[in-house]
């Protein structure tokens, strides 16, 4: 099992920065990926940056040149830095990460992005 907390999220202005961090905890040493993945109203979740336990990064292309996913170690905290961000940015921000052979998928609680135009 794999614990996620979520912070940092908040209200920006357009063109502002914010910085998500996740917190694992549990069975840490198992986790092969974690992700960031965001939800607006009425929209499906979507997939944000993903980083791997060897350090390779992914983007959505929305983001990319924006946002940076990163870690102080090799598993946790990661972190979301998001420059230069949008109205269209606004939506509760999810850590997802993935453990385990069968590459078991954990979310935490979430935590809500509004940019302000």
């Known amino acids: 099992q794999v614990q996620l907390v979520e912070s940092g999220g908040g209200l920006v202005q357009a063109g502002g920065s914010l910085r998500l961090s996740c917190a694992a905890s549990g069975s840490i040493f198992n986790i092969n990926a974690m992700s960031w993945y965001r939800q607006a109203p009425e929209k499906q979740r979507e997939l944000v940056a993903t980083i791997t336990s060897a350090g390779s990064t992914n983007y959505a292309d929305s983001v990319k040149g924006r946002f940076t996913i990163s870690r102080d170690n090799a598993k946790s905290p990661v972190y979301l830095q998001m420059n230069s961000l949008k109205p269209e940015d606004t939506a509760v921000y999810y850590c997802?990460?993935?453990?385990?052979?069968?590459?078991?998928?954990?979310w935490g609680q979430g935590t809500q992005v509004t940019v302000s135009s």
């Open positions: 997802n990460a993935r453990a385990g052979f069968l590459h078991n998928s954990y």
